[in-house]
């Protein structure tokens, strides 16, 4: 680490050849072998890209050779970059992938790993079996790191590392160089700026947030049954509060309501008949779905115990939430799924924008008016001049635009465009089209909804019941990423089944 340290101190785009010839030097006499191999890759910009960006950055993945392939940079493991990695062919470019988790989550589950349905590692596919190529092609890497700033100008994006925890080491500062950039930054939760939600909701939308519901859901059960809690503090510590009813926050209190009855009923006999579910929307609840399963739905979770409340949330604070109307609502456990909005790192970037703040893309997922940088996902949309609508931020969105993009970058390849700067004048022929499949939720005691019509004005096929859980449950079965993990979990769903819900707090 001393020797990356000193290494920081060098600016590797100094005008200077004697600082570059030092850096090769010291990585040639300090490691030898395979990993001399590994460390020339990140090599300084050549004195012609030095007099030309005289700014003092930190050594890190130089510009490729002639001899070299072309490189792919991915920012990003959501499912729109996942999906792109997973088509892209390592015979003809080498893949970089920056992102702070080092495994894509199948969101559409992540409900379930929160009282013990799932286990977590059964919504959880590390990103080099996703794209063996970025852990056996020597040119090809994954950086746990985060995107702070991207150059189009010189084809650099700037990164820092990640460190968590008390003894972490100080965060790595560090460049690539790009041939093709693809931005799949995702968005995060929206909070439509209401003071305390940062502070006490919790959100759903990766593992941490589901183990932290799961690790204070099974903590306020177990101290709820401590001697001498006043009946109100039992009351608030066994009130879960969800706020948004889209298919997250359905999903979630139908997960929650089963948990109660099948689970906390048996074995937290002292308290079962304090604990309850509420779901606060300011709308109707699964606003895109059918009328006719709205309805359905909306009488199933109150049948399950679920208290549907309309209102819109004022104020968040440390043991309640005030609505606009003045209400106060104890909550021992509160759960935010209210949308996503553009990230502060999307927002930052001097890239064109679309109406909301994504990046601004064209009919070929490009950003227009910058070479060689692509965007997808939940960061990206149309832009105006497209006369295209912004796509809803959804994972079908998503992984269907990775997979479009995947298969443009592999004919722009195999026609000699893979390098910087080389596709001016390239015509792109089909441009991505996105066609709706549907929508699907469960809303908890083995029943679903189905809604296959492509919008909400069109007609189509809609189910509600038994069958539409089954065909929900063997859906997303098939559309787990790996084997590995359809297997978990359908094992993990015939054991709860079985069994009952694991609720051990670990």
């Not at 149309?382 to 298969?407: C, D, H, W």
């Not at 065909?471 to 359908?490: G, I, K, P, Q």
């Amino acid at each position: 680490m001393s020797l990356l340290r000193n290494l920081s101190r060098i600016s590797p785009y100094s005008s200077s050849s004697k600082s570059h010839t030092l850096i090769n030097t010291t990585i040639t006499n300090r490691f030898h072998g395979p990993l001399s191999t590994f460390l020339s890759h990140f090599a300084t910009a050549t004195a012609t890209q030095a007099s030309d960006y005289n700014l003092a950055t930190h050594v890190g993945l130089g510009p490729t050779k002639a001899h070299e392939k072309a490189r792919v940079v991915v920012l990003g493991t959501g499912w729109a970059g996942s999906r792109l990695m997973k088509g892209l062919d390592p015979s003809i470019y080498d893949i970089v992938c920056v992102s702070p988790r080092n495994h894509m989550v199948f969101t559409p589950l992540l409900a379930s790993t929160c009282v013990g349905t799932l286990e977590f590692r059964s919504v959880a596919e590390p990103i080099a079996r996703i794209q063996p190529a970025i852990s056996t092609e020597p040119g090809s890497y994954f950086f746990l790191a985060n995107c702070t700033s991207i150059d189009t100008d010189h084809h650099l994006v700037h990164c820092e590392t990640v460190t968590e925890g008390e003894q972490s080491l100080d965060p790595w500062k560090f460049t690539i160089s790009y041939d093709k950039l693809v931005i799949a930054l995702g968005a995060q939760p929206t909070t439509f700026g209401i003071h305390g939600v940062y502070e006490h909701a919790i959100f759903l939308r990766e593992v941490h947030h589901a183990q932290e519901i799961r690790r204070k859901l099974l903590l306020n059960l177990m101290l709820s049954d401590v001697p001498g809690i006043a009946k109100e503090e039992k009351q608030r510590l066994l009130h879960c509060v969800v706020v948004g009813g889209g298919p997250t926050g359905v999903e979630f209190s139908g997960e929650l309501s089963d948990f109660i009855m099948r689970d906390v009923r048996q074995r937290y006999a002292h308290v079962k008949d304090y604990i309850h579910v509420t779901l606060i929307e300011a709308n109707e609840i699964l606003s895109s779905f059918d009328d006719r399963l709205r309805h359905y739905a909306t009488k199933q979770l109150t049948k399950s115990g679920v208290r549907l409340v309309r209102g819109i949330v004022k104020d968040v604070q440390e043991k309640k939430i005030i609505l606009n109307d003045g209400t106060e609502v104890p909550y021992g456990l509160l759960v935010w799924s209210t949308g996503v909005g553009p990230s502060p790192i999307v927002r930052s970037l001097d890239l064109p924008k679309s109406p909301g703040g994504r990046i601004g893309i064209d009919e070929w997922l490009r950003v227009p008016s910058v070479q060689d940088v692509f965007a997808i996902g939940d960061c990206s949309g149309f832009v105006e001049s497209t006369g295209r609508p912004v796509l809803p931020a959804l994972a079908q969105v998503a992984e269907r635009q990775g997979k479009y993009l995947a298969a443009l970058l592999n004919k722009i390849g195999r026609d000699n465009g893979s390098r910087a700067n080389s596709i001016k004048d390239m015509d792109f022929e089909d441009p991505f089209v996105y066609k709706h499949l549907g929508s699907m939720a469960t809303i908890g005691s083995y029943k679903a909804l189905v809604d296959l019509r492509q919008s909400k004005e069109a007609k189509g096929l809609s189910l509600a019941g038994f069958l539409s859980w089954f065909v929900w449950r063997s859906a997303y079965l098939t559309r787990v990423v790996s084997w590995r993990n359809r297997f978990y979990v359908a094992i993990n769903w015939a054991t709860t089944f079985v069994f009952g819900r694991d609720i051990s707090r670990i």
